[in-house]
T-cell receptor
Framework: GQQVMQIPQYQHVQEGEDFTTYCNSSTTLSNIQWYKQRPGGHPVFLIQLVKSGEVKKQKRLTFQFGEAKKNSSLHITATQTTDVGTYFC?????????????FGKGTLLTVNP | DAGITQSPRHKVTETGTPVTLRCHQTENHRYMYWYRQDPGHGLRLIHYSYGVKDTDKGEVSDGYSVSRSKTEDFLLTLESATSSQTSVYFCATGLAGRTGELFFGEGSRLTVL
């Protein structure tokens, strides 16, 4: 079945440092989504990327979708303590339907103030 | 956030007993999902529904059944709970199609002794 892999599994940074998490799929994706889960909370949708090579920004967060649509990255510039949490990528079922998502295992980000 | 409520939020039960978790949504979303979240495994899909009385298995469906008799309710049943089913269970809903994003409930923490 489809696999979505994320690295690293954990990342600890000092406040103000940058952070990047990478997502790789075993199959070409029609789109990729990113979610954030705060400690003790539930996953919350951040963004969806659809086009090959797409780059989107949300304040200090930059999301990229690879040219081959098999990988993606999330980069946070100058981390803050509010960025703490687990970041998940998710891709739709390899059949192409959007309604069944496979999640990566996530990257847990901790920030030392 | 979408109106998604899960009940119970916390439950402790004994091995061999049946357990039912309920997910209720007020958003009229067509698609509903049950995921389980375990350390080191991320979010894994148990079952999902693409309409009333239309359900299908996810990647970790053994030992679980679901039912959806109304658009707003999606029930997850553990027919005979085992310790390996100790987990945090998340319900999610979505529109699929254009956006595909999922909206998650607050989660239900289940402990099987």
């Amino acid at each position: 079945g489809q696999q979505v892999m994320q690295i690293p599994q954990y990342q600890h940074v000092q406040e103000g440092e940058d952070f990047t998490t990478y997502c790789n799929s075993s199959t070409t994706l029609s789109n990729i989504q990113w979610y954030k889960q705060r400690p003790g909370g539930h996953p919350v949708f951040l963004i969806q990327l659809v086009k090959s090579g797409e780059v989107k920004k949300q304040k200090r967060l930059t999301f990229q979708f690879g040219e081959a649509k098999k990988n993606s990255s999330l980069h946070i510039t100058a981390t803050q303590t509010t960025d703490v949490g687990t970041y998940f990528c998710a891709g739709p079922d390899s059949g192409g339907s959007n309604y069944k998502l496979t999640f990566g295992k996530g990257t847990l980000l901790t920030v030392n103030p | 956030d979408a109106g998604i409520t899960q009940s119970p939020r916390h439950k402790v039960t004994e091995t061999g007993t049946p357990v039912t978790l309920r997910c209720h949504q007020t958003e009229n979303h067509r698609y509903m999902y049950w995921y389980r979240q375990d350390p080191g495994h991320g979010l894994r899909l148990i079952h999902y529904s693409y309409g009333v009385k239309d359900t299908d298995k996810g990647e970790v469906s053994d030992g679980y059944s679901v039912s959806r008799s109304k658009t707003e309710d999606f029930l997850l049943t553990l027919e005979s709970a085992t310790s390996s089913q100790t987990s945090v269970y998340f319900c999610a809903t979505g529109l699929a199609g254009r956006t595909g994003e999922l909206f998650f409930g607050e989660g239900s923490r289940l402990t099987v002794l």
